[in-house]
Each structure stands twice: as structure tokens, then as C-alpha cells.
């Protein structure tokens, strides 16, 4: 079946500017999760989802950072007022269930740059 | 507090040749899963296997191997026979396991691994 998808590939915005990241999970997976790229932090965790509700949030950098859920499915990332270190590729993953240990598949990215 | 160290940031092979991965990790976890990733050129991260703490079985698939010791906390992977197409960077991943739920990853810092003919 069809795997994670993203979108934006990219985007490029102001500083300032508002900017919403989408993500498509894989059908049926229970489990999402947000990761950022970036050349100096590597890779990071941001946050979780477990159905609509996000048990971890422990990785979001800043309040400038949310995220929601809904149905399940699809997951919107939002970050206000970017900066220009927000600049990174944000990766979306999803999990067949919410056990330890799950296998993350994960999607192509969103490109970032804040101008 | 979990870690993973992948200290080899940069190998180059030539093809042909075997090549393996170094990755250490840092748990206090009595559970927990170990994974790595590839991540081509094209950007996304590809799973490749996984690996719950309890099983220390070395696993084949084809031309790659994993060798998971839990004595020396080191979970390495061998290519053998190195081709092109298997430049990319490789992640090491470590993710607890002993509250039974899903948890984030944690990466190591990767290592690009470049196959020359």
C-alpha cells in the first residue's frame, strides 16, 4: 500500500511568517511521530500521537511549536513565527500500533527554509 | 536517559569490499529495540531491521548482517560485497521498551557511507 507522505517537499518563507507542515500516515497505523533533520542537531524527535492524542510532547523546541491530529490520520505540524533556525527537514513517521518497539516507516520530508 | 554513538562519520569503499557500521548505545532499559535506518541520496529514511533486546541472534538478509552484543552494547552492521547503489547514510535508532508503549526514537548521527567503482 501506499507509504507516508508529506507536504509540502518544500518550502520556503519568511521569517516571521506562520507555516503548516502536513503529514498522511500509512492506513491503519495508530502511531505518528514528528522528527526534525538539521545539519547541527541531527536527527531529533518532536512529538508523538497515539490516535488523536499526544502522550509526548517532550521534543517540541518552543511554544512556537504545535502539532494536532485528526481522525486518526492525518497530522498537521505548525510553527509560528519562524526563525531561521527552524530551517530543517521535518520528518513524519507512523507505526502499525502503539506498542514499544513498533516499526516507524517514514516520509519523504518537508524542507524548510526560513529566509 | 538513552544514547546512541555512531563514531565513524565518514567510510569510503571501494566496491566489492565488506564494510561495517559501528553503533554503540547507552540504556537503562531491561527492553528495548534497536534499529537502523539508510537514508539515500533521494532523503528518506529507509528501515532496514529491527531488533528487540532480548533476541542477540546475529540476523542475514542477503548481502547485509547485524551483529547485536549485549555484553559490549553494540549493535554493528556488515555489508558484504559493498555496491554503489548502497551509498547513503546509515542511522543506528534505539527505542525503550519497558512501559510496553510506543516511544520516540533515538538517532544516532549517522554514517555516510560512499562506494566507489
Known amino acids: 500500500g501506499a507509504g507516508v507522505s508529506q507536504s509540502p517537499s518544500n518550502k520556503v518563507t519568511e521569517k516571521g511568517k506562520d507555516v503548516e507542515l502536513r503529514c498522511d500516515p500509512i492506513?491503519?497505523?495508530?502511531?505518528l511521530y514528528w522528527y526534525r533533520q538539521s545539519l547541527g542537531q541531527g536527527l531529533e524527535f518532536l512529538i508523538y500521537?497515539?490516535?488523536?492524542?499526544?502522550?509526548?510532547k517532550s521534543g517540541l523546541p518552543s511554544d512556537r511549536f504545535s502539532a494536532e491530529r485528526t481522525g486518526g490520520s492525518v497530522s498537521t505540524l505548525t510553527i509560528q513565527r519562524t526563525q531561521q533556525e527552524d530551517s530543517a527537514v521535518y520528518l513524519c513517521?507512523?507505526?502499525?500500533?502503539?506498542?514499544?518497539?513498533?516499526?516507524?516507516?517514514f516520509g519523504p520530508g518537508t524542507r524548510l527554509t526560513v529566509l | 536517559a538513552q544514547k546512541v554513538t555512531q563514531a565513524q562519520t565518514e567510510i569510503s569503499v571501494v566496491e566489492k569490499e565488506d564494510v561495517t557500521l559501528d553503533c554503540v548505545y547507552e540504556?537503562?532499559?531491561?527492553?528495548?529495540?534497536l534499529f537502523w535506518y539508510k537514508q539515500p541520496p533521494s532523503g528518506e529514511l529507509v528501515f532496514l531491521i529491527r531488533r528487540n533486546s532480548f533476541d542477540e541472534q546475529n540476523e542475514i538478509s542477503g548481502r547485509y548482517s547485524w551483529n547485536f552484543q549485549k555484553s559490549t552494547s553494540s549493535f554493528n552492521f556488515t555489508i558484504t560485497a559493498s555496491q554503489v547503489v548502497d551509498s547513503a547514510v546509515y542511522f543506528c535508532a534505539l527505542s525503550p521498551g519497558d512501559t510496553g508503549t510506543a516511544s520516540k526514537l533515538t538517532f544516532g548521527t549517522g554514517t555516510r557511507l560512499q562506494v566507489t567503482l
Open positions: 500521537f497515539q490516535g488523536n492524542s499526544a502522550p509526548d
Open positions: 540504556t537503562r532499559d531491561t527492553t528495548y529495540y
Open positions: 492506513s491503519g497505523h495508530t502511531a
Open positions: 513517521a507512523s507505526s502499525q500500533n502503539s506498542f514499544a518497539g513498533d516499526t516507524q516507516y
